[in-house]
């Protein structure tokens, strides 16, 4: 899988350089490619993206937090983790209503309408 690979190439160069905000870039692109694979490969996706959620909180990345916890979200509800999907989704939408991100915020109230959560 090239994106995954990329992905990966990313990771490696990011780490190397020392930079948190590409390290956690490059974890949700991980992420959101294992999430996506045939078949979905969940738990490693949701490894890869609680690690970038880790490291965004780390440097206060706030709009790119809220990014990497909707698709953390997104990828639960793949998954069929509904209950596990409701925090990281209303992470999302405070954030993304905090920083002005209006298309993340619909779609973290649209998710969360999805799955019957407030």
Same mark, same amino acid.
């Given at each position: 899988?090239?994106?995954?690979?990329?992905?990966?190439?990313?990771?490696?160069?990011?780490?190397?350089?020392?930079?948190?905000?590409?390290?956690?870039?490059?974890?949700?692109?991980?992420?959101?490619?294992?999430?996506?694979?045939?078949?979905?490969?969940?738990?490693?996706?949701?490894?890869?993206?609680?690690?970038?959620? *880790?490291?965004?909180? +780390?440097?206060?990345?706030?709009?790119?937090? $809220? /990014?990497?916890? =909707? #698709?953390?979200?997104? !990828? &639960?509800?793949?998954?069929?983790?509904?209950?596990?999907?409701?925090?990281?989704?209303?992470?999302?939408?405070?954030? *993304?209503?905090?920083? +002005?991100?209006?298309?993340?915020?619909?779609? $973290? /109230?649209?998710? =969360? #309408?999805?799955?019957? !959560? &407030?």
């Amino acid at each position: 899988m090239a994106a995954l690979k990329r992905g990966e190439e990313a990771l490696a160069i990011a780490k190397a350089a020392g930079s948190a905000i590409a390290e956690a870039l490059a974890e949700r692109a991980i992420g959101r490619v294992l999430a996506a694979s045939p078949p979905p490969r969940c738990d490693e996706a949701d490894a890869h993206l609680a690690k970038g959620v *880790s490291l965004m909180e +780390g440097i206060g990345a706030k709009f790119e937090l $809220a /990014r990497t916890s =909707l #698709a953390q979200g997104r !990828a &639960r509800i793949a998954r069929g983790d509904y209950s596990g999907a409701v925090e990281p989704i209303q992470r999302a939408l405070a954030l *993304s209503s905090e920083c +002005g991100l209006k298309r993340e915020a619909a779609a $973290a /109230r649209g998710l =969360l #309408a999805e799955i019957g !959560a &407030r």
